[in-house]
C-alpha cells in the first residue's frame, strides 16, 4: 500500500502538532507556510495545559522544562489588594517555547516557507494544492491550520468571517530581573487577574528572552483587555500594570483623573503599538 500524504497549510503550532501526529502514524506529511522567514517571536504567554503536554509527550517531546510552573491563581481589587486565592498547578510558558519545541521535531525538508496558498481542487483519488509562485503539490488530504484568516477555510465556508468583538487587547512582557523584589515576591508565582468594569487584566510568568527558564532570566507577560471608550478607566503605562500584574496605586486628583505609579524600570518585550504609545 503507498504511502499516504497529506498537504498541511499552516506551519504554526496547530499545523506542526498535526503534522507531527500523522507522521507518527506514518503519513508522509509536508507543511507550506506563507511567512518566509522563521515564524519567531509572534506571541506572549501562554498556559500549557495538561492536554497540550499529554499529547506532546505521546509525540516524545520532553516536556520537563516546558516552562513555569505555578501552584496558584489570585484575584486583585483596583487598589492592589488581594481579594481572592486558590491553589491552581499549572505549567506557564511562551508561544516560542512550544512553536521551538515543534519545529525542531519536524524535518526541514519538508517544511516549506513562502508558500501562500492560491487555490485546491478536490481530485476524484485525492487534492491539489496551488501556490502563489505556480508551484503545486498533490495529497490525499488537506489540512487547514493557517489561522484566522484561512485561505482554506474560506473557499469552503465563504460567509464565515472574523466579527469584530467590540474590544482592545494590549499584551506586553517585562524581564523578571526588572521587577521590583516585593512585587516579585508577592506575584511572579502566580497567575493574577483584575477585572475592572468592562476590563481584564491578567498578569503571570513565562520562558524569557530565547526561551530563558533560569531564575532571573524569565519574564513576566501580561494582556489587558477592555472596550474602548472616550474615557478610559486606567490611563497612564497600561501594559506595564497589566505585566506588573497590576501593581496599582491609583489616587484621584480633583478633576477626577486617575494616576499610576512610574511603569517598572527596563521593561522590555513584545509590544505592540497601541501599548507602545500608551506609556509616556
Known sequence: MAQRRALIIGGSMSGLLAALMLRRRGW??????????????????IVA?????????KLGLDTGELGV???RRQMLDR????????????????????????RDAFPSA??????????????????????ADGRAAEGDVLIGADGLRSTVRQPCLPAIVPLYAGYVAWRAMVREDALPPALHHDLFDAMTF????????????????DNDLRPGGAATTSSGTGRPTKRRNFPGCLPIRAACCMRSRFHRRSSGA?????????????WRRNARRSCS
Do not use: K
Open 28 to 45: 508522509e506529511v509536508d507543511i507550506y507556510e506563507r511567512v518566509a522567514g522563521e515564524l519567531a517571536g509572534r506571541g506572549a504567554g
Open 49 to 57: 495545559q495538561p492536554t497540550l503536554i499529554a499529547h506532546l509527550n
Open 69 to 71: 510552573p505555578i501552584a
Open 79 to 102: 487598589e492592589g489588594r488581594v481579594t481572592l486565592t486558590g491553589r491552581c498547578p499549572q505549567i506557564l510558558t511562551a508561544w516560542e517555547r512550544v512553536y521551538r519545541l515543534l
Open 110 to 131: 519538508h517544511y516549506h516557507r513562502g508558500q501562500e496558498l492560491a487555490s485546491f481542487e478536490q481530485m476524484a483519488r485525492g487534492v491539489v494544492a496551488r501556490f
Open 194 to 209: 483584575c477585572l475592572p468594569p468592562g476590563e481584564q487584566f491578567l498578569g503571570y510568568p513565562v520562558a524569557g528572552p
Open 258 to 270: 486617575r494616576r499610576s505609579a512610574p511603569c517598572a524600570p527596563r521593561s522590555t518585550g513584545c
